[in-house]
């Protein structure tokens, strides 16, 4: 009872905060209270405010901004988020910006405060009048979760009340639940919980608060709270450590950007190793981590000592510092590697810890993203890391470094040593190193997934630039079909909504997930170029995406619309345009969307390749192109073509005719088949079980192909090299031998 009583004074819990070593406060506050339970949140979050927000004001919170990588990735954020236009302001708070030797919570403050953004403390003013403002549920359950963490909720809540921001993105755990919590009290319409690492249950900083809370936040829906991670290995454990589905947390991969001034000189290396005394032939093996049990300092020592057997030569600078600097010393001496083995302390800006090493050793029991593996590959360095979360994502294996297969220390120095003699391996990872980095994290496509993830994205809907469809284009369009330069496929669409149903949009959804390889679209933006009948712009709408549908065919564009009103009437995160995919000024005024959509259209504009061109316009780096086009068939293609000719310049009352009299032979031709195989019941199917080719129906599908005029069409092999000499990347490819279509979704690297 006394502890209990003592932990609730405002000041003694202030002291504490201040002079106790963290995993001891967490001791004490667990043997003065019981764990607060999953229920205990609910009830917290039971009540809860409205808000009128000001768009575009985005509020971040972090511990501190102390020398680590989370920490160097917010102000990276802050850096990248500045220019944006959809942003009103920035604000940073953090718990602490002490610049105490011992913390030096205010390491990148200066870079933090270049950015522009407003960065200060937390204000504390939650007495007694200040707790009396917050919800009912909250005050039903203070006195019963701890005392440190209620303080927290409270005094943040007060600030978001104050600010009113349109998006709160808080990062690591202790951030995340006490933001995460008060933003939502809060009525903050969107609120990011940023995870940089496995989940905490793995660390000694697991407090007994983080799970409930975490799994109170995660029954929210994510249209409000969103969980991110920076891999796929952290967003993998979340998912297990708290029985959610992997879709609910979203990976956004960190994002470096170095321009090439900030490489540092080589008189710079070399008077690095004149001050350290180390030769300038001699192996230099780095580190670059905080002192505690997590980075396991002491096998990296282990590590290095055996590597020194090898290498007698060899020397090892370490920079950081933290809890265990002491236990490092000791084993250094009792290892007797102390003129060999340099504890340099922290080094700001870090490639100026890096550059000189000729290899960087990261041995982590648990990893997010490790920031210096990237900053090292990005500087040429050949890497090498523990089996520990993300490290395995964040380096090219066997190319730019490698994973030890065992956390045993001869192997981790074997791995090493087998580098250090390979020269070809060296200059391998001093080539591909940078471009790795730069091609899976750079900045831009960072920023632009954190802006995605903000839903701000959805406002690219509301700007002003955004063009029409000019009138003589709309005239144009009318002119080639009554020409029979141009099929009709906006009334071929109008047809098809009559038979329409759920199964045939649930069919829409699937491949959607299926080709994209994601479970939801919740948080992105999809352009549909092409909308047609508009039922692949309701599926991605559906699963969650902001939506912009045009078509070049306004009676086509009048389907999409007639669907947006079916299903989602009046929703502004779906806009509805005509358009022509030609006009590459009309599409600059889109923007760039994490997805562009374009099935079976692009072959259809008279001028593929200049379409195929354009949409990369609309792809955001880190965006994914999901395009279909047909499939070259060499002389069947050319008949095809001319068929198409034919039919679009007959007049209306004859083209069903025509239309049955290609397709009765092609499909005696398929019945007859499956009647000597005995089975003509499959043949039926292949009409009543269309639906699930993509939601789509087989006799629209028919019409749609004898008519679809402009007709051109690619191998999957030209179409590939087409993407890839610009920065995409194939990720799902399903070809077509016959004449439909090649898929093929491309992942935008650069």
């Known amino acids: 009872m006394l502890l209990h009583a003592l932990a609730r004074q405002p000041i003694l819990s202030a002291i504490g905060r201040r002079l106790l070593p963290s995993s ?191 799994r109170a936040l995660a029954e929210i829906g994510p249209h409000q709270v969103l969980f991110l991670n920076n891999s796929d290995a952290g967003a993998r454990d979340y998912a297990e ?60 020592l282990q590590v290095a000592a055996r590597i020194a057997q090898e290498f007698s030569d060899a020397h090892f600078a370490i920079f950081g510092q933290g809890e265990m600097h002491g236990q490092m010393q000791e084993l250094i001496r009792g290892l007797q590697l102390v003129d060999r083995i340099h504890l340099c302390g922290v080094v700001a800006p870090s ?29 040429g360095l050949p890497v090498v890391a523990t089996d520990a979360g993300g490290a395995i994502e964040a380096l090219c294996e066997g190319i730019t470094g490698t994973v030890a297969i065992s956390d045993d220390f001869h192997i981790v120095a074997s791995a090493v040593t087998n580098i250090l003699k390979d020269q070809a391996f060296i200059a391998t990872a001093r080539r591909e190193g940078p471009r790795f980095v730069m091609t899976r994290y750079g900045m831009e496509r960072m920023i632009q997934e954190t802006l995605s993830a903000y839903s701000l994205g959805a406002r690219i809907f509301q700007r002003e630039q955004v063009s029409p469809m000019k009138e003589h284009q709309k005239d144009s369009c009318n002119a080639e079909v009554e020409t029979g330069k141009r099929f009709r496929f906006g009334r071929n669409w109008q047809r098809f909504l009559r038979v329409l149903n759920d199964d045939r949009i649930h069919e829409a959804e699937k491949s959607l997930r299926e080709f994209l390889q994601v479970g939801s679209l919740e948080g992105r933006t999809l352009i549909d170029i092409g909308s047609g009948s508009g039922l692949f ?13 045009f078509d070049y065919d306004p009676q086509s564009v009048a389907c999409t619309e ?89 007049p209306g009352e004859f083209k069903c005719a025509y239309a049955l009299m290609v397709w009765t032979p092609i499909e005696l031709k398929y019945f007859l088949y499956y009647c000597r195989n005995r089975k003509p019941l499959d043949y039926i199917r292949l009409w009543t079980e269309y639906k ?32 890839e000499k610009d920065g995409f990347a194939l990720c799902k490819l399903a070809a077509n031998s016959g004449y439909g279509c090649h898929q093929l979704v491309f992942d935008r690297l650069r």
């Open 351 to 379: 490639l100026h810890g890096l550059s000189p090493c000729d290899l960087i050793l990261l041995v982590s029991r648990g990893e997010g993203t490790p920031n210096v593996l990237l900053e090292a590959q990005w500087l």
């Open 692 to 723: 699930k080719s993509r939601g789509m129906s087989r006799w629209h599908d028919m019409i749609d192909w004898i008519g679809g005029y402009p007709y051109e069409y690619a191998g999957a092999k030209t179409l590939i090299d087409f993407y």
């Open 241 to 300: 450590w708290l029985s959610c589905p992997l879709e609910r947390i979203q990976v956004i991969r960190n994002g470096l950007y170095f321009g090439n001034d900030c490489r540092p000189s080589e008189e710079h290396n070399a008077a690095f190793r004149m001050k350290f005394r180390i030769p300038a032939n001699a192996p230099l093996i780095g580190g670059m981590f905080r002192f505690n049990e997590e980075k396991r300092p002491l096998l990296w």
């Open 562 to 650: 007639e669907l947006r009103r079916r299903y989602f009437d009046g929703d502004p995160d779906w806009r509805i345009i005509a358009g022509s995919v030609l006009d590459r000024e009309f599409l600059k005024s889109l923007g760039t969307f994490d997805i562009v959509y374009s099935w079976g259209v692009l072959h259809h504009t008279g001028q593929m390749w200049q379409a195929l061109e354009n949409v990369k316009l609309n792809t955001k780096p880190g965006g994914k192109l999901f395009i279909a086009i047909y499939n070259d068939c060499g002389e069947i293609s050319e008949r095809w073509k001319k068929k198409k000719i034919f039919y679009n310049g007959l």
């Open 24 to 214: 001891l406060r967490q001791k004490i506050v667990r043997r003065a209270f019981e764990p607060p339970t999953q229920a205990h949140f609910k009830t917290l979050l039971s009540e809860t405010m409205t808000m009128n927000c000001v768009p575009g004001r985005i509020v971040m919170v972090c511990g501190s901004l102390q020398p680590g990588g989370a920490e160097r990735q917010v102000v990276n954020t802050l850096a990248g988020l500045a220019g944006s236009p959809a942003i009103e302001s920035l604000t940073l708070l953090c718990d602490s910006l002490d610049g105490a030797p011992e913390g030096r919570h205010d390491f990148y403050l200066p870079l933090a405060q270049a950015s522009g953004a407003n960065v200060r403390e937390i204000r504390k003013r939650s007495g007694k009048d200040g707790r009396s403002q917050v919800p009912g549920g909250f005050r039903k359950v203070m006195n019963k979760i701890h005392p440190g963490l209620a303080v927290d909720v409270a005094d943040l809540y007060l600030e978001f009340r104050t600010l009113r921001p349109e998006v709160v993105h808080a990062w690591l755990d202790w951030s995340n639940v006490r933001a995460g919590l008060a933003a939502v009290l809060a009525g903050v319409p969107r609120v990011l919980l940023s995870g940089r690492n496995l989940s905490p249950r793995h660390f000694a900083l697991n407090a007994d608060y983080f799970h409930p809370s975490y």
């Open 537 to 549: 712009s309701l599926a991605a709408r559906r699963l969650g995406a902001a939506v912009l549908s």
